[in-house]
Antibody
Framework: DVRLLESGGGLVQPGGSLRLSCAASGFMFSNHGINWVRQAPGKGLEWVSVIGGNGGRLEYADSVKGRFTISRDNLRNTVYLRMNSLRAEDTAVYYC?????????????WGQGVLVTVSS | DIQMTQSPSTLSASVGDTVTITCRASQNINSWLAWYQHKAGKGPRLLISKASNLEGGVPSRFSGSGSGTEFTLIITNLQPDDSASYHCQQYDTYGWTFGQGTKVEVK
């Protein structure tokens, strides 16, 4: 079975940093793009970032560009999201989601999410 | 970015009813549209891809249609387990934007 497990969330002050991890199993990890998607309280889903299977292509939403960095370790089957200069509006549940293809297709498997709270 | 507009934002229906959720794209996305079911405390579940292709294991009560800019998710014979939020998503171009979601309550 495909499994995605997020970790690394928590409470952080504005301006602070966090690193989220997404550990994957049950599929050929390097063949698939992995996304981060977030849901702020009372809001809809917002795509945040994607990394291609070999790590060569990265994309970011305008709302996080320059502050967040996505990376992956294909030996550890793990994707990371480094979040710097955090703002209150980054407060959300963050999900990692596997793409059907490398950089195309819908998101066919999701983790259960991890909560990030940015507050003083 | 392509904007996705979903309606209604909430709906309440009875067991056995048929419900319809609409999703409009701000520009042509051909059939590159997905529908997800999202329950509290879990990750979203892909129900439908390419506007009308039902994913494996998804009950046939769910169906999708549309192309271009107008799309519809229909749930027939509504069941208590269908209580969830439903989100459309365009995966045609960068931004891979979602609609704001529709919360379905089953009475």
């Amino acid at each position: 079975d495909v499994r995605l497990l997020e970790s690394g969330g928590g409470l952080v002050q504005p301006g602070g940093s966090l690193r989220l991890s997404c550990a994957a199993s049950g599929f050929m990890f390097s063949n698939h793009g992995i996304n981060w998607v977030r849901q702020a309280p009372g809001k809809g889903l917002e795509w945040v970032s994607v990394i291609g299977g070999n790590g060569g292509r990265l994309e970011y939403a305008d709302s996080v560009k320059g502050r967040f960095t996505i990376s992956r370790d294909n030996l550890r089957n793990t994707v990371y999201l480094r979040m710097n200069s955090l703002r209150a509006e980054d407060t959300a549940v963050y999900y990692c989601a596997k793409r059907v293809g490398d950089m195309s297709g819908p998101f066919d498997s999701w983790g259960q999410g991890v909560l990030v709270t940015v507050s003083s | 970015d392509i904007q996705m507009t979903q309606s209604p934002s909430t709906l309440s229906a009875s067991v056995g009813d048929t419900v319809t959720i609409t999703c409009r794209a701000s520009q042509n996305i051909n059939s590159w549209l997905a529908w997800y079911q999202h329950k509290a405390g879990k990750g979203p579940r892909l129900l439908i891809s390419k506007a009308s292709n039902l994913e494996g294991g998804v009950p046939s009560r769910f169906s999708g249609s549309g192309s271009g800019t107008e799309f519809t998710l229909i749930i027939t014979n509504l069941q208590p387990d269908d209580s969830a939020s439903y989100h459309c998503q365009q995966y045609d171009t960068y931004g891979w934007t979602f609609g704001q979601g529709t919360k379905v309550e089953v009475k």
